[in-house]
Every structure is written in structure tokens, then in C-alpha cells.
């Protein structure tokens, strides 16, 4: 008895290991795989690694077939460490579970159960074929991976991040409106990682007309620009912005129905779409969110000011705030991080987790996730 479970352990170690090593290959399409999940695969026969693989970009293979090309004729027998529940439907490419299937693989492990309802069945076709199958190896680390993914599959949304720059007290720009730079320029690279993770970069008609910004990625490697949205209920931001003369696609949401000025847009090849508006008067934002998952957006990057990052968080619209926080003071005149509603009471504070502090050159980025309301 003792030794099984000696060997239950060390069969329980091994798939732990291995999928920590499929995990890092699937990380190796954090920028490229948008809007697929980011998977990775590793086939071990005999305890040996026989192929390696992950998913590199949309239309092309998917991480197992990869692996098995990698593999040859030694897949046969091994066993497939994958990320993500191999498919089993027709998509961009063919389903993934027929390749392991015909590669005569012994056995099967994947870290968590494809959230798409077209590839659910995957674990079921490779049970049927005889195949051992086992789930739930490392589940938390590859949902990480993959949080827009598995969002925008279940509740028809995508995961929301808000960057905000700020001094130690909290202030992001001085009352008139200077903020170029509060943080440091290695904090403002790392940001540019965020962006090239994404799927959208997404800002408000007061920052664009403010600081003019690109919100394109400008990192050394990055091969894809993701979608540049901006919030303009008014069609206030002219043409001639530079978030609309970048590579890449950009789209403006308005209630504005002015047509000579949707007409200028549509002739810079800028996509406009009409949304209804809020009862505070902006957009209506979870449509906005609702509209850019049926665009296949996992991830969106928020760059915005104050106003619009409140009306985010009053909404419970974010998954996850990322604040630069840099060892410097504004004063109290100095503008804010987020404009709520006002708190009277303690009991009505939008609370927060932490969940990581991080040095980033000389300051700190500090990510937080709202909590549930009690």
C-alpha cells in the first residue's frame, strides 16, 4: 500500500512538472496568439520528452500538432501534457483530439476544460478513441494564462484592465492637466507589454484630446497592433488624432449621429459604431464591452482619465486595476486616480485585493482586483 502511494505521488509529480513546461511554452504566444487561447503541449514517452509545442498565432496549428510533428513516429505511446482541453471541432484548423487520435498517443492530461462550447466535447472524443484521459493538473495557472479567453467564452464579456500612473498620493496629473512624466520610462515600458498582450487599448475622448497619444505597441518583436477604441459620445476628437494615423485598425463608439464627421473617419478607414447612452450621459459602457467580445476581444487595456476609469469601477466593469505608483507627491490640488460617486460611509468604499507589488525601475506597479460587494 505504501508503495502506491509512493508511486501515485511521483506519477502526480511528473504531471505537474511537465505541465509547468507546457505552461511555459504556452506563454511563448502571450502576444501572438490573440484571439485563441495561449496553449502549449509537451509529449513524454518513457520518460523522456519526445516533442514540444505551442500555439504561435491564430489560423495556424494549434500546440499539439506542433508537438506531434516534433515528435515523429515517438508520439506513439507518449503521453500529451497540454494547457487547455483539446478541441474537438472544425475551426480555423482541424480539431485537435483527431491528431492525437490518429498519433496513437497512450494518454492525455490537460491543466482545464476548454470554456468554448464548440470544444467541450474534446476529453469525451479522446475516451472513446481508448485513450486515458486526466483533467485539473495546475487548472489556476493555465486559467492565468488565459483570463479574456475564458471570460468573453462564459459571461460574453472581456476581461478589463485599467492602468493608471500616479504619485504617492494618488494624483495623476497636476490641476492643470500636466502628467508627461509621472512614472518613470522603465514603467512605461512595461505598460507597452500590457498593451501588446491585449486585445484592445482603449481610451476616452478627454485623454485623446488632452495628450494626443498613439496607443499602438512600440516594443522590439511585437507583430501584431491591437484594436486602438476610443469612447467619443460626442465625436469631439478630430481626425487628424494620432490614435487614427497608427498601423492596425482603430474604432471610435459615439452617440453622436453627426454624418459629416462619421463620414471624415470613415475616409481615415476608422470603424464607427453607435451605442445608446448611459443615464449619467456616457456611453453605455458594459455595451461598448459586450460589443468589442463579439469582435473576439479577450483582453482590453484601458489608458483613460480619471472619469472614464470611474465610471469602469462604479459599473463593476473591471477585472483588474495595474497602478504605476511613483515616489513622488502632487498635492491636494493635483487631479485624482478614479471620479466616484461620492462615499459617505465606510460600509459603501469600493474595496480592493491586492494580489501583486512589484518593483518597476524606481517605482512600484501595484495590481489589485475588486471584491465582490457584501
Not at 486616480?337 to 507589488?357: D, G, H, S, V
Request: charged share 25%; hydrophobic share 45%.
Amino acid at each position: 500500500m505504501a508503495e502506491r502511494a509512493d508511486s501515485v505521488a511521483s506519477d502526480s509529480e511528473c504531471d505537474s512538472r511537465y505541465m509547468r513546461r507546457a505552461l511555459e511554452l504556452a506563454a511563448r504566444g502571450l502576444y501572438t496568439t490573440d484571439p485563441n487561447p495561449r496553449v502549449g503541449c509537451v509529449l513524454v514517452r518513457a520518460g523522456r520528452v519526445v516533442g514540444e509545442g505551442w500555439h504561435e498565432r491564430a489560423g495556424e496549428a494549434h500546440a499539439e500538432v506542433n508537438a506531434l510533428r516534433a515528435a515523429g513516429d515517438a508520439a506513439a505511446g507518449a503521453t500529451a501534457y497540454v494547457t487547455l482541453e483539446p478541441c474537438a471541432h472544425t475551426g480555423r484548423t482541424p480539431p485537435c483530439t483527431q491528431a492525437l487520435i490518429g498519433a496513437r498517443v497512450a494518454r492525455v492530461v490537460y491543466a482545464i476544460g476548454d470554456p468554448n462550447p464548440l470544444s467541450g466535447a474534446g476529453a469525451a472524443a479522446l475516451r472513446a478513441a481508448g485513450i486515458e484521459v486526466q483533467a485539473d493538473v495546475l487548472a489556476h495557472e493555465a486559467r492565468a494564462l488565459n483570463p479574456g479567453f475564458f471570460k468573453r467564452m462564459q459571461a460574453g464579456l472581456p476581461w478589463v484592465r485599467v492602468k493608471l500612473a500616479a504619485s504617492l498620493d494618488g494624483r495623476t496629473a497636476l490641476a492643470n492637466g500636466a502628467s508627461r512624466w509621472v512614472t518613470a520610462p522603465a514603467a512605461r515600458q512595461d505598460a507597452q507589454r500590457f498593451r501588446a498582450r491585449s486585445s484592445v487599448v482603449l481610451s476616452g475622448s478627454g485623454t485623446v484630446l488632452a495628450d494626443d497619444p498613439a496607443l499602438n505597441v512600440r516594443i522590439e518583436g511585437a507583430t501584431r497592433q491591437p484594436l486602438r477604441v476610443l469612447l467619443d459620445s460626442e465625436l469631439r476628437v478630430p481626425p487628424t488624432a494620432r490614435m487614427f494615423d497608427r498601423e492596425g485598425p482603430a474604432l471610435v463608439f459615439t452617440a453622436s449621429a453627426d454624418a459629416a464627421r462619421r463620414d471624415e473617419l470613415a475616409r481615415r478607414g476608422v470603424l464607427v459604431e453607435s451605442v445608446p447612452r448611459s443615464p449619467g450621459g456616457g456611453l453605455a459602457l458594459q455595451t461598448v464591452l459586450r460589443r468589442l467580445a463579439e469582435r473576439e476581444a479577450n483582453e482590453v487595456w484601458v489608458e483613460a482619465g480619471a472619469r472614464l476609469a470611474g465610471a469602469l469601477l462604479d459599473a463593476r466593469l473591471v477585472d483588474e486595476l495595474i497602478v504605476y505608483l511613483a515616489p513622488s507627491l502632487l498635492g491636494p490640488t493635483a487631479r485624482p486616480l478614479a471620479q466616484l460617486p461620492e462615499i459617505t460611509q465606510l460600509e459603501q468604499r469600493l474595496r480592493l485585493e491586492f494580489t501583486e507589488c512589484k518593483p518597476i525601475g524606481p517605482d512600484l506597479r501595484l495590481t489589485a482586483v475588486p471584491l465582490a460587494a457584501s
